[in-house]
């Protein structure tokens, strides 16, 4: 503990949780630093949420210097749609299979006219 540092009752624990909870229940997601790795595993590199109040806020290990980033992965809750099967680690294949089809397609333009057709 650190000096001048109070402990805090069970009750204001579980009332503080609590607000801590409301609060990033109702954050926004203010910056995000992705990487997509050669097999499709998305990373998260770094990511920061707005609070309501208008504080930033970021995840970071328990026993880390304040400001480091560590890699986390993506992961996914699919249990309400048909195959799912609850938690899973996300990747491009699987979450992402539209965009990448779209990212991937060869596009022909469309003639205007016929006269443009025949070239």
Known sequence: MQEGQRLYSINEIRQLAQI??????HATVFTASIRVEEDGRIVIEEITFRLPDGRLVSPAPVDGE???AVDMRLEVYDDHLPGGHGWREATVAQDYAEELADLTRVWHPEPDTLEEARL
């Open 66 to 68: 304040i400001g480091t």
């Open 20 to 25: 801590v909870k409301d609060d990033l229940e």
